[in-house]
């Protein structure tokens, strides 16, 4: 059924929720984003000294604000492409004294006023879990013990001591580090081969776990399911690495190429790429006759239009502190995307175990800022927010009946995408929906009967007349989530109506579950 090929009508699709059918925990590192210094993602994102409401530290409290508003669970930092010519010690010590340097990766300048110190202090004022990322790019494994000594160990050595002389008597105790960035990545600074590479995360991993063995470390896997070398690279750096490894990581954007019916097929598209990681992961384990299982660390991912002049970066002579950079302006369609790709995460919770917005201020992100002036909230924030608020307990392994779409390149995938939460200790059920058909209303038929009594707490939906609408920061709430859904609950079934290109949420409070 291609709905690109007829009138707008309507089309139903079927789920079933019983709490004896699960996929696993709903885990709040799912609901990660990433801060990179890229563009004004930090300066004049979330650290502008001098703002009407920067704190004493610099940071402005409008955007803290908007992060704890956002769910936001971990933050992972550096970056990014920034990562693999950063030199960490730059960020420390007395800003007066810090050396400006070049980012060849964005064509900029940073100035280093922002470092590990700040963005540990800036992680505990937003309530988020900090994930580092090391640099394998011009550095190696030294400089990786380094900055775990200087970011985890108390004191009585040379750099925790140096971190405690620039104020942090005790260590950050950061568990989970990414080991490099997409270094398959020819345009990554210090690219290498999936062997090089695999052999040097592998001695990096090995002699963090001399410092800390409980550490939670990030394997770099292919940039995207598009690079030529995507699955021979997992295996043979997996090869390497798989016994020393608790993830490895996945990097998927998705781009509006004027084709709203294939745009809406991102969640599809996102949710084959999971499964041929993990055939790829197991074929290792497989192998390697291991017991231990590797899991997927989706730690960027988002629609972003960088096709775009916004995209650009500068050249020449020119090398910008803070330029404007990937600031795209997100419409509702573009917000039911990522409430899909949210979906898409948590339905694949057993395998994938963390995961990371790419970005989250200014740099295709959910909350934007003016220098000086506002802060507000992008179109994408909305599905966002509202899914780490509610998704709580344990995923259902739904049953879907669903009629299925065509957008053009992506053939035969779902109308309907949906996932449930079950939360037993709050009794309360969750279904998230996204209609993927970019004309046709969805009639979802929910049967329900076996979470037993239940009644509708909220039903609302995201969507608008034309899916093209953005937010700005004159106009930001026209377009909100709202109890605009029409659902009905007759028995053991729920019935609701999704309109064409919406994103939904319907809150069930259960009682006698499992009855």
Request: aromatic share 8%.
């Amino acid at each position: 059924m291609d709905s690109t090929e007829h009138a707008a009508g309507k089309i139903t699709a079927r789920i079933t929720l019983d709490p004896a059918f699960t996929v696993g925990p709903v885990r709040r590192r799912t609901f990660g984003a990433f801060v990179e210094h890229l563009g004004r993602c930090v300066y004049t994102g979330i650290f502008e000294p001098g703002h009407p409401k920067a704190d004493d530290d610099g940071f402005r409290a409008d955007v803290l604000e908007l992060t704890r508003e956002l769910g936001v669970s971990t933050v992972r930092y550096p970056g990014g492409n920034f990562v693999s010519g950063y030199r960490w010690e730059d960020g420390v010590g007395p800003v007066e004294q810090r050396p400006a340097r070049l980012d060849l990766a964005w064509h900029s300048t940073d100035p280093n006023h922002v470092g590990v110190d700040e963005f540990a202090k800036w992680s505990a004022k937003a309530g988020v879990e900090p994930m580092m990322a090391v640099n394998l790019g011009t550095r190696g494994t030294q400089e990786a013990l380094d900055l775990l000594e200087y970011c985890n160990i108390d004191g009585g050595t040379a750099f925790s001591d140096q971190r405690r002389a620039n104020g942090a008597e005790n260590g950050y105790g950061i568990k989970m580090w990414c080991l490099g960035n997409e270094m398959d990545g020819f345009w990554q600074i210090g690219h290498k081969n999936a062997t090089e590479y695999g052999r040097l995360a592998a001695d990096t991993a090995r002699a963090m776990r001399m410092v800390e063995p409980d550490l939670e470390l990030v394997a770099c896997g292919s940039s995207a399911p598009s690079m030529p070398t995507f699955g021979e690279w997992e295996r043979v750096v997996l090869t390497e690495t798989y016994e020393l490894v608790d993830l490895i990581s996945a990097h998927q954007y998705f781009e509006d190429f004027g084709n709203l019916q294939e745009h809406l097929s991102s969640g599809h598209r996102m949710e084959e790429f999971i499964k041929d990681i993990v055939a790829h992961i197991d074929h290792v384990k497989s192998v390697k006759k291991s017991s231990k299982q590797v899991n997927i660390s989706f730690d960027e991912w988002n629609v972003w239009h960088m096709s775009r002049d916004e995209s650009k970066s500068p050249t020449g002579k020119d090398w910008p502190v803070a330029p404007v950079l990937l600031e795209d302006r997100y419409t509702v369609a573009d917000a039911v995307v990522v409430g899909d790709l949210l979906i898409t995460l948590l339905r694949n919770t057993d395998r994938v175990h963390s995961a990371s917005l790419a970005q989250l201020v200014n740099v295709i992100a959910p909350i934007m800022t003016e220098p000086g002036g506002r802060a507000w909230k992008q179109t994408t924030f909305h599905p966002f927010a509202l899914t780490s608020e509610h998704a709580k307990g344990t995923v259902l392994q739904l049953a879907v009946e669903s009629p299925l779409l065509s957008g053009g390149k992506t053939a035969d995938f779902a109308a309907l995408s949906a996932v449930a939460t079950f939360d037993a200790d709050s009794g309360e059920a969750v279904v998230f929906a996204v209609n993927r058909s970019a004309t046709d209303a969805l009639a979802l038929d929910a049967a329900v009967a076996g979470l037993g009594n239940v009644k509708v707490v909220e039903a609302v939906t995201y969507a608008n007349k034309d899916p093209y609408w953005q937010a700005t920061a004159d106009d930001s709430t026209s377009v909100l989530p709202g109890e605009n859904v029409s659902v009905k609950l007759d028995g053991g079934r729920l019935t609701a109506e999704l309109p064409a290109v919406s994103w939904s949420m319907i809150r069930l409070a259960v009682g006698g579950a499992g009855s």
